[in-house]
């Protein structure tokens, strides 16, 4: 019998898994939805229980009694840097804060910046801290929790939370670390003791390894959970987006993976890290590696929002009235901030516009615009992260499964888009890592292939050119009601 490799993947909307033999071939996959939790303006959290392990152990035991081969390696990556504060047991003291969508941190976020200096901590840590950084979240909890923070005994994002329920072992893969500014070294590799101690003061810190490295095998009380044999190896795991880089080949310097989901999130192989506030420079996947990074607060989430609120057609009939729609949706532009903004304007208050709406537009204009106004962030982002400079862009997610969004993106950047075979996600990135830590594939691999290119069309570049421009140019027009506008919001 072939042997197999599970990857699974704990996402922000649901949780994946993949069954693959070493040559890359899917043999079984698995999905799960599951909610997030928005209790106050500006806070989400997740179950790390009931979602993170419980979808975990669900996906297993839908996979792995039917597997047609022994398992011989597991991959676990998940969204993050997020941080759920446990107890020496790895029980949940309190939900799941995630990442850069939950943007409670502010105050904290100001008051590290001016304590250890902007440019010091881009120095030492290669990024800027914003709602995306998780320092200001343990920073926070400290603060306002200081009950559970001294109940708190070990940490986890959801990576290492699952590996943790499987194996026992408490580790956190150093590319997870290089997102917990400013208490991560770039340079060193490690974590930045001096500084946890001012940010996190007592927290204890896990030891660190890189992603593909087995950190544990299965315990037998986990055996019984998912099916997982006792004895299979687990790797270290890493961040979703990350993982799904892998999954596409996005391995070598100018490889650029421009993921469609919840968010849009950009990973650039990079061979120096960019010191520019406004990107993620942070450690890559591979030992020794860096990438530049960025991410759209929200994307597909404002998708299903207009949807939703349109009456919940489905979704092709919204592409099919969309692209009944000429470029520039007649005149409508969309600010996608509706949860804030991450990179490049790493604006938490940033709130979504919606300017040149007239009785004459129908909701296949607004779906449009959503779209272009999303299409506009990805152009910034871009902007942002690789300048005018050649990169090989490969797109993935579920936004790229119908052809107008990516089109769009295409016509909007003036860049074209590798469409890979395999769009399985980060589960498939983490069975391939799985596959190389029991050496049945070298380091560096690729499984993946491409089956076709997203090429811009250029006789629509002037009136995309004209309306990124105006785009540019919304944001800081009207700043100053968007942020108070959010104070109205949060009370």
């Known amino acids: 019998m072939t042997e197999l490799l599970l990857g699974i993947d704990i996402g922000t909307a649901s949780s994946k898994a993949v069954l693959a033999r070493p040559d890359g071939r899917v043999v079984a996959r698995a999905q799960r939805a599951h909610g997030l939790s928005m209790p106050r303006p500006g806070w989400v959290e997740h179950d790390a229980e009931e979602i993170w392990w419980r979808d975990a152990a669900a996906l297993c035991d839908e996979l792995v009694p039917s597997a047609p081969g022994p398992i011989v390696g597991v991959g676990i990556s998940g969204i993050g840097p997020c941080v759920v504060p446990c107890d020496a047991d790895d029980r949940p003291l ?278 272009e106004g999303i299409a506009c962030g990805v152009r910034h982002n871009l902007e942002t992260l690789a300048g005018e400079a050649a990169v090989r862009p490969v797109a993935v997610g579920g936004g790229t499964k119908g052809e107008l969004w990516a089109q769009i993106v295409s016509d909007v950047t003036g860049r074209s888009q590798e469409l890979p075979a395999e769009t399985v996600g980060a589960c498939y990135g983490d069975a391939l890592l799985a596959a190389e830590s029991v050496g049945l594939v070298s380091a560096g691999s690729s499984w993946t292939r491409s089956v076709g290119v997203v090429e811009p069309d250029r006789t629509r570049a002037g009136i995309y050119d004209q309306l990124y421009a105006l785009y540019r140019d919304l944001h800081p027009a009207t700043c100053e009601i968007q942020h108070s506008l959010a104070g109205l919001q949060s009370g």
């Not at 207009?306 to 009939?317: A, E, N």
């Not at 470029?327 to 300017?355: K, M, N, S």
């Open 94 to 371: 309190r939900p799941a804060i995630l990442y850069g969508i939950d943007t409670r941190a502010e105050a904290e976020v100001r008051e590290l910046t001016e304590q250890l200096g902007a440019n010091e901590i881009m120095r030492q840590g290669g990024s800027a801290l914003s709602s995306q950084a998780l320092g200001p979240k343990l920073a926070w909890l400290a603060r306002h929790e200081p009950e559970i923070w001294s109940a708190t005994r070990r940490w986890h994002m959801a990576s290492s939370f699952v590996v943790a329920r499987l194996t026992g072992a408490w580790v956190l893969d150093r590319h997870s670390a290089s997102q917990c500014d400013p208490i991560y070294q770039l340079g060193a590799e490690d974590w930045n003791h001096a500084w946890a101690e001012i940010v996190a003061p007592g927290l204890p810190l896990p030891p660190l390894a890189w992603s593909g490295e087995v950190v544990g095998e299965v315990h037998h009380k986990a055996a019984s959970a998912t099916g997982i044999p006792a004895g299979t190896p687990v790797i270290a795991g890493t961040i979703d987006a990350w993982a799904e880089a892998i999954s596409v080949g996005v391995r070598r310097t100018g490889d650029l993976m421009l993921m469609y989901g919840s968010t849009m999130f950009f990973v650039l192989v990079a061979d120096e890290p960019r010191h520019d506030a406004s990107v993620w420079t942070t450690a890559g996947v591979d030992p020794g590696s860096l990438t530049l990074a960025g991410g759209m607060a929200t994307s597909g989430s404002l998708t299903a929002w207009l949807r939703d609120l349109v009456g919940g057609p489905s979704f092709d009939d919204l592409v099919g009235e969309a692209a009944a729609v000429g470029p520039g949706a007649d005149g409508l532009l969309v600010l996608p901030y509706f949860a804030g903004e991450r990179t490049p304007l790493l604006d938490p208050r940033a709130r979504g516009t919606i300017t040149g709406l007239t009785l004459r537009h129908r909701r296949g204009h607004l779906y449009r615009a959503v779209l």
